[in-house]
């Protein structure tokens, strides 16, 4: 059994957690009854968070935005340095905490006064960042996209393909997932009957959410190798198959998921499905590795290529 401090600040985390809660569910979660759940919604009312309720049956509670920022332990000045803090996070500038800084992030906006929304926007817009190779993604709608994947919410939004394809989605959004680069939505399309990975470098302005449904069974428990052998067999112009001599966990260690899928065949070899746009790039990445590898399946040309890069290597280097 939780004391009643520390109750209320489990009770607090599940109100952060999910947008409705009926009041049944936070007590069977807290181990209490539902009056002594909603004497401990007054008290966080006291301390100034704005839970609402619902009455009747199918009623519970929602953590709004307020008039003021609840007592967080956090003044103005810092809340709105965590909130630009975390947008810079969530746009990949610090490796290995995208996915927590817009959880955390989804979090904080849910409470944040508007006149320090206001702050934090004029801030984010007020800052410099130097172009790289990702792309970099709106942090309002990570945020949009995260809130609706937690509150099992449809999403519509305009969506263009690799081939420069332009259409209208309707989803029901799963799970975002980074993959060092980029970001992609997994989600269900409802057009399509059936589960999409989406690069949200692609959707065009914000989405708004719409309706409530009922959670699918995911396409794989592996969220992130599942979009990784998604992304890699995408419609490359020209796809191919080798076998390395590299035991497979080292290979994985070299290539990223979104180049292409690394297959144990024993234990010092693996073999390598991937893809490329320009053939003629494809030597120049290969010659990087520092361990052997075979051809199994080549699009025409590539082996003619890789010839007269070898034959242009040993011209370079001196006779004795």
């Given at each position: 059994m939780y004391g009643t401090s520390e109750r209320l600040l489990r009770l607090l985390s599940l109100l952060q957690a999910r947008r409705d809660w009926p009041g049944p569910?936070?007590?069977g979660r807290l181990g209490v009854d539902v009056r002594t759940i909603r004497r401990d919604?007054?008290?966080?009312?006291?301390?100034g968070y704005p839970v609402h309720a619902t009455p009747g049956v199918a009623g519970g509670y929602r953590l709004g935005p307020g008039a003021a920022l609840p007592?967080?332990?956090?003044d103005d000045d810092e809340a709105v340095a965590v909130a630009v803090g975390l947008r810079t996070a969530a746009n990949g500038t610090v490796s290995?905490?995208?996915?927590?800084?817009?959880?955390?992030?989804a979090k904080l906006e849910q409470v944040l006064p508007a006149?320090?929304?206001g702050r934090v926007r004029a801030m984010d817009s007020a800052l410099v960042r130097m172009p790289g190779g990702a792309p970099v993604i709106d942090a309002e709608l990570l945020t949009v996209v995260a809130a609706a994947c937690r509150d099992h919410e449809r999403l519509r939004f305009t969506y263009g393909t690799r081939g420069g394809d332009v259409a209208e989605r309707d989803v029901e959004p799963l799970s975002l997932v980074h993959t060092g680069s980029?970001?992609?939505l997994v989600a269900y399309d409802l057009g399509r009957a059936d589960w999409r990975t989406f690069r949200l470098d692609r959707i065009d302005g914000c989405p708004v959410p719409g309706f409530r449904f009922p959670p699918r069974k995911p396409p794989a428990e592996d969220l992130a190798a599942y979009v990784a052998e998604r992304?890699?067999?995408a419609p490359y112009a020209h796809q191919m198959t080798l076998r390395v001599?590299?035991?497979a966990h080292e290979l994985t260690a070299r290539i990223p998921p979104s180049v292409g899928v690394v297959e144990p065949i024993d234990a010092g070899s693996c073999r390598l499905r991937t893809g490329a746009n320009d053939l003629d790039a494809v030597p120049f990445h290969l010659a990087q590795w520092d361990f052997e590898f075979v051809l199994e399946d080549a699009p025409p040309g590539l082996a003619q290529r890789l010839a007269r890069i070898a034959e242009r290597f040993a011209r370079a280097v001196p006779s004795t």
């Open positions: 569910d936070l007590a919604v007054e008290r966080l009312r006291t301390l007592p967080l332990l956090l290995g905490i995208e996915e927590t800084s817009v959880r955390a992030l006149r320090l929304r980029r970001w992609y992304i890699s067999s001599s590299v035991p």
